[in-house]
Antibody, heavy 114, light 102 residues
């Protein structure tokens, strides 16, 4: 059974940093490109970032470029999102998903507030 | 970057056909996906490659494409189809459409 489990969310002050993790199981993680998608409370889905299977190619939404870094550890079957210089508008549930969006995690809530 | 435009809401009675559109220039060049999201849940893929249906998705869900517009059609909508629906293409999501079935 395919499982994606996000962790690392929480409350952080503006300007702070947080690293999200997405633990994958039930499929050959190292063969799959992966996405991060976020959803602010009561708002729509927003694509955040994408990484290819070996981590050599990444892509970011303009709103997070230069502040967020996507990475992966295929030996640990884990996807990451390093978030720096956080702003109130980054408050959202963050989901990881496989490249074709067949599988999603349950999401982890990030709240940026003083 | 691209933009995908959806109506904010669509309302139908049970058994009627619901159509949700998504428009954007990128759709003339790239395939679209559609997602269903119910409150408190992660999104679920219901259509990919404009019109393909993943296994386990009911046949009443279908997709079509014409030029710069793709359409999600729910034939004989049921109460349990009430949800938010999002289109996606080329690393962009549409703004979402709230489907009400009552």
């Amino acid at each position: 059974e395919v499982q994606l489990v996000e962790s690392g969310g929480g409350l952080v002050q503006p300007g702070g940093s947080l690293r999200l993790s997405c633990a994958a199981s039930g499929f050959t993680f190292s063969s799959y490109w992966m996405h991060w998608v976020r959803q602010a409370p009561g708002k729509g889905l927003v694509w955040v970032s994408r990484i290819n299977s070996d981590g050599s190619s990444t892509s970011y939404a303009d709103s997070v470029k230069g502040r967020f870094t996507i990475s992966r550890d295929n030996a640990k079957n884990t996807l990451y999102l390093q978030m720096n210089s956080l702003r109130a508008e980054d408050t959202a549930v963050y989901y990881c998903a496989t490249v074709t969006f067949d599988y999603w995690g349950q999401g982890t809530l990030v709240t940026v507030s003083s | 970057s691209y933009e995908l435009t959806q109506p904010s809401s669509v309302s139908v009675s049970p058994g009627q056909t619901a159509r949700i559109t998504c428009s954007g220039d990128v759709l003339a060049k790239k395939y679209a996906r559609w997602f269903q999201q119910k409150p408190g849940q992660a999104p679920v893929l219901v259509i990919y490659k404009d019109s393909e249906r993943p296994s386990g998705i009911p046949e009443r869900f279908s997709g079509s494409s014409s030029g710069t517009t793709v359409t999600l059609t729910i034939s004989g909508a049921q109460v349990e189809d009430e949800a938010d629906y999002y289109c996606y293409s080329a690393e962009v999501f549409g703004g979402g459409t709230k489907l009400t079935v009552l």
